[in-house]
């Protein structure tokens, strides 16, 4: 299984970008990476999901360089109900069980 | 929208009992899982199902079991609670495997805390 480490926690003030890093150095080459959220007394929530290069969409952006041993989840001008757990996982495999929710990367937005 | 919904959202038991968790999934879902949430843990997958009467073990199923009777729906059964099974269980659902990468997006309920005495 593709380990992942990310920071326990991050603070940041409203309308800052922010990224959160996540290393993988062992993922195999048909792992996709994937990034949920989760606010406080609700289920995790999917953000975005890449495999090479840059994607994009309404929510966040995911930079991943060519050696895809880290990824970067790039959140533009946050606000305070960006305050969540950020997860970040690797895998792929016939059903999906194998991708790990590691602790995860506690943001906190401040006004 | 896909909707995951599970049967309580706060239980308290006595330990010893027996405790059935249900979770319902309404978009025809293959994939359903099993997961508790403990502080500084993340998630941690106790058993998914891929298919109807299937059942796989995840990473601590020890003290648990699961039935899948329908295809919508998953239940995660306690035997005997014990007090270090007091947790927040959550369960997802996913397409399921040959539908692309986006088969394996998991839709997760809301959790059920559940607190053994």
């Known amino acids: 299984l593709a380990k992942t480490t990310q920071p326990i926690s991050m603070d940041s003030y409203e309308g800052q970008e922010v990224n959160i890093t996540c290393s993988h150095n062992?993922?195999?080459?048909?792992?996709?990476i994937t990034w949920y959220q989760q606010f406080p007394s609700q289920g995790p929530r999917f953000i975005i999901q890449?495999?090479?290069t840059k994607v994009t969409n309404e929510v966040a952006s995911l930079f991943i360089p060519a050696d895809r041993k880290s990824s970067t989840l790039s959140l533009p001008r946050v606000s305070l109900s960006d305050t969540a757990v950020y997860y970040c996982?690797?895998?792929?495999?016939?059903?999906?069980?194998?991708?790990?929710f590691g602790p995860g990367t506690r943001l906190s937005v401040l006004p | 929208d896909v909707k995951v919904t599970q049967s309580s959202r706060y239980l308290v038991k006595r330990t010893g009992e027996k405790v059935f968790l249900e979770c319902v999934q309404d978009?025809?879902?293959?994939?359903m899982f099993w997961y508790r949430q403990d502080p500084g843990l993340g998630l941690r997958l106790i058993y998914f199902?891929?298919?109807?009467?299937?059942?796989e073990k995840g990473d601590i199923p020890e003290g648990y079991s699961v039935s899948r009777e329908k295809k919508e729906r998953f239940s995660l059964i306690l035997e005997s609670a014990s007090t270090n099974q007091t947790s927040m269980y959550l369960c997802?659902?996913?397409?399921?495997?040959?539908?692309?990468?986006?088969?394996?997006?998991?839709?997760f309920g809301p959790g059920t805390r559940l607190t053994v005495t």
């Open positions: 997802a659902s996913s397409l399921g495997r040959d539908r692309g990468p986006r088969g394996y997006e998991q839709y």
């Open positions: 062992n993922i195999a080459t048909n792992d996709y």
């Open positions: 890449g495999y090479k």
């Open positions: 996982l690797v895998g792929a495999n016939n059903y999906g069980q194998n991708f790990v």
């Open positions: 978009m025809d879902h293959e994939n």
């Open positions: 199902s891929y298919d109807v009467k299937m059942k």
